[in-house]
T-cell receptor, first 112, second 109 residues
Framework: SQTIHQWPATLVQPVGSPLSLECTVE??????LYWYRQAAGRGLQLLFY??????ISSEVPQNLSASRPQDRQFILSSKKLLLSDSGFYLC???????????FGPGTRLTVT | RKEVEQDPGPFNVPEGATVAFNCTYS??????FFWYRQDCRKEPKLLMS???SGNEDGRFTAQLNRASQYISLLIRDSKLSDSATYLC??????????FGTGTRLKVLA
């Protein structure tokens, strides 16, 4: 069966510090991968999606970036965090060509 | 108008009750629809997919009304464990999903 991992689970970072969140999927090949952010009291906002290694599409212009160095690895980064980057970051995957998305456990980021 | 809208609730219902939520969407070209359940401070979990008129899974029934552009989720015989936030998601393109902000359900003993 497929599983999706995210780490760290929680993170407290000062404004201006860098960020690296990692997501890995097991049990499937060539998945579509997604990064979402859920701010307090708000809906899920799609940040990036990827259909293959090195293929990243950005949905929202911001100070975040994403990379997919391996088939089942998706990384979310920032060079300098802003207070507004606080939120619950969720990675999701779907079968290539499929529509159902499955979410990882998430990383709760607080920028202070 | 938001692309996907949900009544935030909370819907407070007694155990055993039937409750229904709606989710409206603005893009008439939307093809696929999903209901997720999200517990407090946890990730959303896929509950049901709706591709045609509807879907049923045990106590849960999802309906799609394309003419009025909404999907609904009906929960029969509510359990305490059904208390959660229910998110709807609409697929408006191959990779783009729009999520509603969720409807909070509290099932009371």
């Amino acid at each position: 069966s497929q599983t999706i991992h995210q780490w760290p689970a929680t993170l407290v970072q000062p404004v201006g510090s860098p960020l690296s969140l990692e997501c890995t999927v097991e049990g499937t090949s060539n998945p579509n991968l997604y990064w979402y952010r859920q701010a307090a009291g708000r809906g899920l906002q799609l940040l990036f999606y990827s259909v293959g290694i090195g293929q990243i599409s950005s949905e929202v212009p911001q100070n975040l970036s994403a990379s997919r160095p391996q088939d089942r690895q998706f990384i979310l980064s920032s060079k300098k965090l802003l207070l507004s980057d606080s939120g619950f970051y969720l990675c999701a995957w779907s079968v290539s060509g499929g529509l159902e998305q499955y979410f990882g456990p998430g990383t709760r980021l607080t920028v202070t | 108008r938001k692309e996907v809208e949900q009544d935030p609730g909370p819907f407070n219902v007694p155990e055993g009750a039937t409750v229904a939520f709606n989710c409206t969407y603005s893009n008439s070209a939307s093809q696929s629809f999903f209901w997720y359940r999200q517990d407090c401070r946890k990730e959303p979990k896929l509950l049901m997919s709706v591709y045609s008129s509807g879907n049923e899974d045990g106590r849960f029934t999802a309906q799609l009304n394309r003419a009025s552009q909404y999907i609904s989720l009906l929960i029969r015989d509510s359990k305490l464990s059904d208390s959660a936030t229910y998110l709807c998601a609409v697929n408006s393109g191959t990779y783009k999903y729009i999520f509603g902000t969720g409807t909070r359900l509290k099932v009371l003993a």
